[in-house]
């Protein structure tokens, strides 16, 4: 069966040439792709930076509602480091960045590097990172989905656990709690977006102890072209928290959400903010976005596609580097 997919022809490349530059700018031109991501954790969790407790912000319950609750944050780095990971990984095993270590010296010539930016360790050089991000903060209050589970000592031996062995209790989210996030590329190529985009859709664990639990699903919701950010995680959740409650009433957080009803939500809330925006937003969203992913997923499915993107990627980038000299 032939194969007629290719990059350079593809509805995927062209929507993101409609909007992004056609080569990495030295100087900052703000053209904006807001990824705004639905992060749903299908498992218990982790989310602390240190301790037993989660990290925890009191802060308006929504925009209309006013009334304090505190809620469970996703650190902004909590987000970012897995998908970094899961992006170097990639790099490593197609020969880039294998000596670019994040604490031991960074390589500044790796998609890593010039995407994400970053400091030097030793010597000198440092990039800024072309993608913002913020904490997420939890649309139902810290109380309604929190529990503590008390950790035991692990016991091989065939009479059974050792009684009394408990030595430890940490706070964990539990399953089916979603995060409204989003993350904003800036002055990025198609390419480069793309390379963005697969680390998002490919990174499944989030959290401390992230290799026993914290899966996360990161469902698309929208994507946002423009020269501007339209929304913050906060008022963004804040949002969303109203039109559950208004549709659930005062107790609609009490029990697991449904997934639909809160894409429906944030969806609500972006269309609003855009018509309130000084400058135009172009929203990438129901069946464009879902046949714009389903392109994606061809291309990467794709030998030569997928080869094509790298090679243009890696073009994007060392054509920079040239640049620089």
């Not at 939890?138 to 065939?158: G, K």
């Not at 072209?225 to 409650?245: A, C, K, M, P, W």
């Not at 855009?274 to 992913?293: I, M, N, Q, T, W």
């Amino acid at each position: 069966m032939s194969n007629t997919i290719s990059w350079q022809e593809s509805p995927v490349k062209k929507r993101l040439e409609a909007h992004l530059p056609g080569e990495i700018p030295i100087l900052p031109m703000r053209r904006y792709v807001s990824v705004v991501i639905l992060r749903e954790f299908d498992s218990t969790a982790v989310l602390t930076t240190e301790g037993q407790t989660l990290d925890v912000e009191m802060v308006r319950s929504g925009r209309k509602y006013s009334e304090p609750i505190s809620r469970v944050l996703l650190q902004k780095r909590k987000q970012i480091a897995p998908e970094r990971r899961a992006g170097r990984a990639f790099n490593r095993d197609r020969g880039l960045g294998k000596k670019c270590v994040f604490l031991n010296g960074m390589c500044g010539k790796c998609p890593d590097c010039l995407i994400y930016g970053f400091a030097a360790t030793s010597g000198e050089g440092a990039h800024r990172s072309r993608v913002l991000t913020d904490s997420g903060f939890a649309i139902r209050p810290y109380e309604a989905m929190q529990r503590s589970i008390t950790l035991n000592a692990i016991d091989d031996s065939t009479k059974g656990g050792v009684s009394g062995s408990a030595f430890a209790e940490r706070e964990h989210i539990r399953p089916q709690v979603f995060f409204p996030t989003i993350e904003t590329a800036v002055d990025v190529t198609p390419a480069e977006f793309l390379y963005v985009l697969r680390n998002i859709l490919t990174t499944t664990r989030y959290g401390a102890e992230s290799n026993r639990q914290g899966f996360v699903n990161n469902h698309v919701v929208a994507l946002l072209f423009g020269h501007g950010e339209l929304i913050s995680n906060l008022s963004l959740t804040q949002g969303v928290y109203d039109r559950l409650r208004e549709k659930g009433g005062e107790r609609f957080h009490e029990f697991p959400l449904e997934r639909s009803e809160v894409e429906k939500a944030v969806m609500d809330v972006l269309e609003e903010e855009a018509k309130r925006s000084y400058l135009p937003v172009d929203v990438c969203a129901g069946e464009e976005l879902a046949a714009f992913l389903a392109g994606v997923r061809d291309l990467w499915r794709n030998e030569e596609a997928n080869a094509e993107w790298l090679q243009e990627l890696e073009s994007d980038q060392q054509a920079y580097l040239a640049k620089l000299k």
